[in-house]
């Protein structure tokens, strides 16, 4: 006993220092950010604060000369410090360390800082620096940072992780003709002798890394009242219309109805919104500088679903100010949690504003089609996905956050019920305000508000990829029915079960019959259905609750337009295609040709662009060449025959632009020159500027003899940002394949893919299925190049380049070439992987169905 207790009590002397020994141990020193240092840092640093000064030439070209200032305390002084900077050393010229002037040292992107000069409690770090521009997207006229998810430390010296949130002090020099807006206010603006003013802002509220931003360039300016302050809105295009009150009402709307459903007060300092040419998303939600695609804000002759997407775009910015600015996570393994919220607070927002019925119909069209082009490929991922390094922070984004997430928030309020789902938000952002948190502490405050079990449903729907697939078996009784069971089961095999909940629908000739059912395992009988007459159809997952692959009863092809509401419908027209792709009920010319007619029967707007975008995969994507050049005159026909029987000018304005997609035959491309060229569009149609950009860039790409298009177009523009892409674009559309050759080549150096969004339109083209036989030997290169776009370009490019590429490719030598570049990297960064499975999906799936 005696020995056993003496034992003990060295033990738990030794403790304490075995664990000042675990603390002091050495992080290795690695490129990025990795999660071991990111724990390292979180445990030991805190009360950051940045004083940052850059000064911006005109020329995009000069350097940035910058200098800053970084206080913080710290528990350990006795680890070296690794302050993340990704420039060479010789771009620091000056380093003090509380007081100390050192020689810089950068290791593997760390501005390294030896234990000697550090102490415990407050350290002051002073750097001057030329600033790096990586992630600083220079213009001609302006320049914009977007540091996400882990690009501050391209531009300054930082703790860039988001977890270390500091306040930040900005000062800018800049031309006086150019206007500066940042995260904080400005507190004055001074004109120096030298040609520049110099701006200095107020100090931030706490921020990541990630969320510290401004916009400095030739801007107009717009500025409006919200909530009792006034809010400025950066613009650079010409002729904005009557947008810009549109976009401040939008606003307002959105940060009311969030104040009000958090109960939290708009929770920064300032509002101010940014509308940036060719953003590389819709858009950023620094606070107090929001950055927008201009493209999105500032809408000519609009149709339903462009206004519906500014609706969702603003709401789902003003989100955030909530979700993930005011609470962030932890780590960017759970980016998906502010993405979430934004997208299902939005939706909330286009509820309120909309009304249930359309932002039903909006929800099923905007998140199910996209969730399911990832879910059902063979590189899925789950909602929450694992993080070793931010580095590679950027494949952690995809329409999976953005699409799938959203039905799940739906489907956990469902099940919780909408108040207690409320109250359980409402305390997490009060309880983490201005910090951060995980799904798991999300998940155990919402677990109290239910006596379900989240924490088994969240095993399924949180952190498994793919999606169920469900069948029936009905048997009758004479005319009626005697037995309706369903089952379910992962697309990809498992046990898996999807518990949730959707409505089914038994159609007769005068009556409707829906039953909503309650699917928590592998086989459920649906009571309620025995008993019930034999319907004419079935429509399964009526009312677009359910997530999944549910039956198609054929039967509805004959009224599959006009059954039920638009929401109906579009559940409807959803299963055909995801049935078809999976090689059910339909087979690929059966879907085109039913949803080629149904363009002139179904008069919902949003339901005609559903409609459009299937029939353009269904023709370029599922349909044979000579299968295509078989029936493109009679589709031609039938699609301007509906065009004419529209009594809506959205409506036929769409069928247009289907059309434009379309058309491959002389007498089509007669008559979209004759339009373009004398700017007169079809009776009822209204375009715009852009429309007929757009068609000066199709018609280049489907009439070769049509060189002069595109110049003629950039002569009629004012704009000169509009006039730089097209001019960008026009070796990707040359008739001259060693044009399109140089084209490429261009595209291996960062400087010709600084355009993101110029280069993803370029490469659509490019690689268009009418110029297939040319373009095809491009891929093995471009997926060579996938891992340097991963490091440097922006989180959506990599899934967008692959997209933009492989997107209308349906061959077996297209496939080969894929099938050899994994099978030659067999230790392939599985993330990336993945991303290439996802863009390749309907290649596999067209040679299997074509018999390709």
């Known amino acids: 006993m005696m020995k056993n207790l003496v034992t003990s009590l060295?033990?738990?002397?030794?403790?304490?220092?075995?664990?000042?020994?675990?603390?002091?141990?050495?992080?290795?020193?690695?490129?990025?950010?990795?999660?071991?240092?990111?724990?390292?840092?979180?445990?030991?640093?805190?009360?950051?604060?940045?004083?940052?000064?850059?000064?911006?030439?005109?020329s995009k070209t000069a350097v940035i000369p910058a200098k800053e200032k970084i206080t913080f305390s710290l528990k350990n002084a006795g680890q070296t410090l690794q302050l993340d900077f990704k420039q060479p050393t010789q771009s620091i010229t000056a380093l003090v360390v509380n007081g100390?002037?050192?020689?810089?040292?950068?290791?593997?992107?760390?501005?390294?800082?030896?234990?000697?000069?550090?102490?415990?409690?407050?350290?002051?770090?002073?750097?001057?620096?030329?600033?790096?521009?990586?992630?600083?997207?220079?213009?001609?006229?302006?320049?914009?940072?977007?540091?996400?998810?882990?690009?501050?430390?391209?531009?300054?010296?930082?703790?860039?992780q988001p977890d270390l949130k500091a306040?930040?002090?900005?000062?800018?020099?800049?031309?006086?003709?150019?206007?500066?807006?940042?995260?904080?206010?400005?507190?004055?603006?001074?004109?120096?002798?030298?040609?520049?003013?110099?701006?200095?802002?107020?100090?931030?509220?706490?921020?990541?890394?990630?969320?510290?931003s401004f916009v400095a360039g030739m801007f107009k300016s717009a500025v409006q009242d919200i909530k009792g302050q006034p809010v400025t809105l950066l613009y650079r295009e010409k002729d904005p219309g009557s947008n810009i009150d549109s976009i401040f009402r939008l606003h307002r709307e959105s940060v009311s109805f969030l104040e009000k459903w958090t109960g939290i007060p708009y929770p920064f300092q300032k509002m101010g919104y940014a509308a940036i040419p060719d953003f590389q998303f819709g858009g950023m939600e620094h606070p107090g500088v929001v950055h927008y695609k201009a493209s999105s804000f500032f809408l000519q002759s609009p149709t339903k679903d462009q206004l519906l997407s500014r609706t969702q775009l603003i709401s789902h910015e003003t989100a955030h100010m909530w979700f993930g600015d005011l609470v962030t996570m932890k780590w960017f393994n759970d980016v998906w949690m502010k993405e979430v919220f934004a997208n299902f607070m939005a939706d909330k927002v286009a509820e309120?504003?909309?009304?249930?019925?359309?932002?039903?119909?909006?929800?099923?069209?905007?998140?199910?089609?996209?969730?399911?082009?990832?879910?059902?490929?063979?590189?899925?991922?789950?909602?929450?996905?694992?993080?070793?390094n931010l580095k590679d922070a950027g494949t952690m984004y995809g329409d999976i956050i953005y699409h799938k997430a959203p039905v799940m928030m739906r489907q956990i309020e469902l099940l919780m019920g909408k108040d207690n789902f409320r109250k359980g938000v409402r305390e997490y952002l009060k309880k983490y305000a201005y910090s951060n948190a995980s799904w798991d502490d999300l998940i155990a405050i919402l677990a109290r508000y239910t006596k379900k079990d989240l924490y088994k449903w969240n095993a399924v729907w949180v952190n498994q990829p793919h999606r169920p697939v469900f069948d029936y078996q009905i048997s009758y009784s004479g005319n009626r029915i005697k037995d309706l069971e369903l089952t379910q089961h992962p697309e990809f095999g498992g046990t898996d079960v999807w518990p949730q909940l959707f409505d089914i629908a038994f159609v007769y000739p005068d009556a409707v019959k829906t039953i909503q059912v309650d699917m928590n395992a592998a086989r459920l009988k649906v009571k309620g259905?025995?008993?019930?007459?034999?319907?004419?159809?079935?429509?399964?997952?009526?009312?677009?609750?359910?997530?999944?692959?549910?039956?198609?009863?054929?039967?509805?092809?004959?009224?599959?337009f006009t059954t039920g509401t638009s929401l109906n419908r579009a559940s409807a027209y959803l299963t055909a295609y995801e049935n078809m792709l999976a090689g059910r009920y339909y087979k690929p010319q059966q879907p085109l040709q039913?949803?080629?007619?149904?363009?002139?029967?179904?008069?919902?707007?949003?339901?005609?662009?559903?409609?459009?975008?299937?029939?353009?995969?269904?023709?370029?994507?599922?349909?044979?060449?000579?299968?295509?050049?078989?029936?493109?005159?009679?589709?031609?026909?039938?699609?301007?025959?509906?065009?004419?029987?529209?009594?809506?000018?959205?409506?036929?304005?769409?069928?247009?632009k289907a059309y434009q997609d379309i058309y491959t035959s002389v007498e089509a491309g007669e008559r979209m020159y004759k339009i373009w060229a004398s700017q007169q569009a079809p009776e009822g149609v209204k375009l715009a500027e852009e429309d007929y950009i757009s068609l000066a860039l199709t018609i280049s790409l489907k009439n070769d003899t049509a060189i002069s298009v595109i110049p003629q177009q950039i002569s009629r523009l004012k704009d000169e940002d509009k006039k730089d892409r097209l001019r960008f674009l026009i070796p990707a559309l040359s008739a001259g394949e060693a044009d399109r050759d140089q084209f490429f080549a261009s595209l291996r150096e960062r400087e010709g893919r600084s355009k993101e969004a110029w280069v993803v339109s370029a490469l659509y083209y490019l690689h268009h299925p009418l110029r297939q036989q040319t373009s095809r030997k491009y891929l093995p290169e471009s997926l060579q190049l996938l891992e340097d776009i991963q490091r440097t370009g922006d989180i959506f490019f990599p899934a967008n380049w692959l997209n933009a590429i492989f997107g209308n490719y349906q061959d077996a030598e297209a496939w080969n070439m894929v099938q050899v570049f994994l099978d030659s990297h067999p230790d392939?960064?599985?993330?990336?992987?993945?991303?290439?499975?996802?863009?390749?999906?309907?290649?596999?799936?067209?040679?299997?169905l074509l018999k390709l």
């Open 10 to 58: 060295l033990l738990l002397a030794a403790a304490p220092l075995a664990y000042a020994q675990q603390q002091s141990a050495a992080v290795p020193i690695t490129a990025g950010v990795s999660r071991q240092l990111a724990d390292q840092r979180f445990k030991n640093i805190s009360n950051i604060h940045y004083a940052l000064s850059f000064t911006f030439p005109a």
């Open 594 to 656: 039913l949803f080629a007619t149904g363009l002139a029967i179904e008069k919902e707007e949003t339901s005609i662009k559903q409609l459009t975008n299937y029939i353009s995969a269904l023709y370029w994507e599922f349909t044979t060449p000579a299968d295509r050049n078989a029936l493109a005159a009679a589709l031609e026909n039938q699609l301007w025959a509906a065009l004419e029987q529209q009594p809506s000018g959205n409506n036929r304005k769409l069928i247009f």
């Open 167 to 212: 306040t930040y002090d900005l000062t800018v020099a800049a031309p006086s003709a150019w206007t500066v807006l940042a995260n904080g206010t400005t507190k004055d603006s001074v004109v120096n002798t030298d040609g520049t003013t110099t701006w200095h802002f107020a100090t931030t509220e706490k921020l990541p890394t990630y969320l510290f």
């Open 100 to 160: 100390k002037s050192i020689t810089p040292a950068v290791q593997e992107e760390h501005v390294v800082i030896e234990p000697s000069l550090l102490k415990q409690g407050k350290n002051e770090i002073e750097l001057t620096f030329l600033a790096g521009d990586g992630s600083l997207n220079r213009n001609n006229e302006f320049l914009y940072a977007l540091f996400v998810p882990d690009r501050a430390r391209f531009v300054f010296p930082c703790f860039d």
């Open 828 to 848: 392939y960064n599985p993330k990336l992987k993945a991303k290439i499975l996802q863009s390749t999906d309907n290649l596999a799936r067209a040679r299997q």
């Open 352 to 388: 309120d504003i909309l009304g249930s019925e359309q932002f039903n119909l909006r929800f099923l069209q905007d998140h199910y089609p996209r969730a399911y082009n990832v879910d059902r490929t063979k590189g899925a991922n789950p909602i929450r996905q694992q993080l070793d």
């Open 529 to 560: 259905a025995a008993g019930l007459p034999k319907p004419q159809y079935i429509l399964f997952n009526a009312s677009g609750l359910g997530y999944g692959l549910f039956p198609s009863d054929t039967a509805i092809n004959p009224h599959l």
